[in-house]
């Protein structure tokens, strides 16, 4: 009798040892392959046991409206909008963004451009010499090589009516004509000067205001002029 409970109790012991024992890593393990599950679940939602799946007259999800890429059209009116700025800032003109930019741009190209009478070149030049080579390069125009004879071959216009491109000529009393210029706009005009090369100056400076003698206008330059104005008015 004696035995037969210490039999009994040996197998309880056996049984509660098997039910209750696990073992020491066994969270650690639970905790490994419970994460790529999760990982799988997350990512393929439809095929875990739990997921549901849409109903049929669900839409799907319309993707978030993004900007879309600019045009052409566009990329290039920005890059005309930094161009006139530039000029704008370099030339001290307050610009309507429809003038002439290869007028613009050659006139900045020159500007810093040494005095140098009789010249007419990237190193040096005089009055006349800055504007005969302003005027082939942006009109395609060849002017007579003086300011005198600039003179009498341009239409002369009102101080008032002066517009882009015409020639605003100066001379002391009743000298002769001794000096030539671009107008610009503004009251400002490009030259050459004996006393800075290429610059942009005021009419309104006491000197120019009180030599300035007539304004003369080339009749091709004026016509290329209207051309890209009413090609930017049909751009626009």
Not at 4 to 24: H, T, V
Request: hydrophobic share 40%; proline share 5%.
């Amino acid at each position: 009798m004696k035995h037969s409970i210490l039999y009994c109790l040996a197998a309880a012991s056996l049984a509660l040892s098997f039910f209750f024992e696990r073992p020491a890593d066994a969270s650690a393990t639970v905790r490994a392959s419970a994460a790529p599950a999760v990982a799988e679940a997350s990512l393929f939602p439809a095929l875990t046991t739990n997921a549901e799946p849409a109903p049929a007259h669900t839409k799907p999800a319309a993707p978030s409206a993004k900007p879309g890429a600019p045009t052409a059209a566009e990329l290039a009116a920005s890059r005309d909008s930094l161009t006139y700025h530039y000029y704008a800032q370099t030339l001290g003109l307050h610009l309507a963004f429809d003038e002439n930019k290869d007028l613009l741009r050659t006139v900045t190209d020159w500007i810093g451009t040494p005095y140098s009478y009789g010249s007419n070149s990237r190193h040096g030049t005089d009055c006349s010499g800055f504007v005969t080579r302003v005027f082939h390069e942006v009109y395609g125009i060849t002017l007579k090589r003086s300011s005198r004879s600039m003179f009498t071959t341009t239409q002369h216009v009102a101080k008032s009516e002066m517009q882009t491109g015409d020639l605003v000529f100066f001379r002391r009393g009743h000298g002769p004509i001794y000096h030539v210029g671009i107008y610009l706009k503004d009251g400002k005009f490009a030259h050459s000067a004996c006393n800075g090369g290429v610059m942009v100056s005021s009419l309104s400076q006491p000197y120019y205001h009180r030599n300035f003698y007539a304004a003369g206008r080339v009749r091709a330059a004026e016509e290329a002029n209207e051309t890209l104005a009413a090609a930017t008015a049909t751009a626009e």
